[in-house]
């Protein structure tokens, strides 16, 4: 018998290409972190603090902020905890607690940009019918839905993982414990495990992202039979915030998975913008074009001291 190691430690080589700008990267790494953090709370406060917000489509958004405070810093932490010196280590149970709730949050937040979607879909094609149909029932049962639907596809890639023996190498070469780096990590042959997580990770977004398009289409021919010019900007209006976080959201999707030949650094900084630059902009995108998101979110600074009483 072969005497084997199991390791139980990983450690986290970063970004490619990157050496010597540690510092550089951590600052700015950490300014994005933290306006994420702060633009998040500022949206789920504002949203909860105000009655008249407390309607389906804020009902989702709110959970969105949530989503997008957890969402980067299920990596972030530890990538700036190593860029300014400290140890590159991660257990063997922080790589596969990393992975899991990577998958979770994002596929969480995939299911809910297409319930929000929906909701959008209801609120303008059969708007006598929304506030049955979108009932404070049937929001607790969709939100709950994409938790559950991110978990389920959560726990399917991250046994799928690690069900492989890891025995030699232990050195990840990326920033952070995701599929494709561990798999290549593995003793064992893993080319039937990276198609079906292929397809696994790339056909739950294609999905949502086709029953998005199917309601925007049905929303825009919509629109475009509403008579009165302010009424189809009124719509319009509605929309235009989803639809641009929907973009910036599925964008580092496709020119990852789109390119004829992967690019590690590439990948890696594109997946950075992603896990930092989305979530940072979403309360941005959803509040500069809202004034009822953005009258709520004066109350809410003006409480904690950080504005004037308004005249």
């Known amino acids: 018998m072969r005497n084997v190691s199991v390791v139980t430690e990983f450690v986290l080589l970063g970004i490619p290409h990157t050496q010597?700008?540690?510092?550089?990267?951590?600052?700015l790494f950490l300014a994005f972190y933290l306006f994420t953090l702060l633009g998040n709370l500022l949206i789920f406060l504002a949203i909860v603090s105000s009655p008249r917000l407390h309607t389906p489509m804020y009902f989702f958004l709110c959970k969105l902020s949530v989503c997008d405070i957890f969402f980067p810093s299920v990596s972030s932490p530890k990538m700036l905890f190593y860029l300014v010196?400290?140890?590159r280590v991660i257990s063997y149970s922080g790589c596969v607690s990393q992975l899991f709730f990577y998958h979770f949050l994002g596929c969480t937040e995939c299911f809910l940009y297409t319930v929000m979607a929906y909701d959008r879909?209801?609120?303008?094609?059969?708007?006598?019918?929304?506030?049955?149909?979108?009932?404070?029932?049937?929001?607790?049962?969709?939100?709950?839905?994409?938790?559950?639907?991110?978990?389920?596809q959560a726990i399917?890639?991250?046994?799928?993982?690690?069900?492989?023996?890891?025995?030699?190498?232990?050195?990840?070469?990326?920033?952070?414990?995701?599929?494709?780096?561990?798999?290549?990590?593995a003793c064992a042959d893993t080319s039937s495990l990276e198609l079906v997580g292929l397809v696994s990770v790339g056909l739950m977004p294609l999905s949502c992202?086709?029953?998005?398009?199917?309601?925007?289409?049905?929303?825009?021919?919509?629109?475009?039979?509403?008579?009165?010019a302010e009424g189809r900007r009124r719509a319009f209006s509605t929309c235009s915030a989803h639809l641009t976080a929907i973009l910036i959201f599925y964008m580092p999707v496709v020119l990852i998975y789109l390119q004829p030949t992967p690019n590690p650094?590439?990948?890696?900084?594109?997946?950075?913008?992603?896990?930092?630059?989305?979530?940072?902009?979403?309360?941005?995108i959803y509040s500069l074009r809202n004034k009822e998101v953005k009258s709520s979110l004066?109350?809410?600074?003006?409480?904690?001291?950080?504005?004037?009483?308004?005249?």
Request: hydrophobic share 45%; aromatic share 12%.
């Open 20 to 27: 010597g700008l540690e510092t550089t990267l951590f600052l």
């Open 85 to 87: 010196g400290n140890s």
């Open 121 to 152: 879909f209801v609120a303008i094609c059969f708007p006598l019918r929304y506030s049955t149909t979108m009932s404070h029932r049937v929001c607790a049962i969709l939100a709950r839905g994409t938790s559950f639907g991110g978990c389920i």
């Open 298 to 311: 004066r109350r809410v600074l003006h409480r904690l001291g950080f504005l004037p009483e308004e005249s």
């Open 209 to 228: 992202f086709l029953l998005i398009l199917a309601s925007y289409s049905c929303i825009v021919g919509s629109i475009l039979r509403i008579r009165s």
């Open 156 to 185: 399917f890639l991250t046994v799928l993982t690690f069900q492989l023996p890891y025995c030699g190498p232990n050195e990840v070469d990326y920033y952070f414990c995701d599929i494709p780096v561990m798999l290549k990590l």
């Open 265 to 284: 650094w590439l990948n890696a900084t594109i997946q950075v913008l992603n896990n930092l630059a989305t979530p940072m902009l979403n309360p941005l």
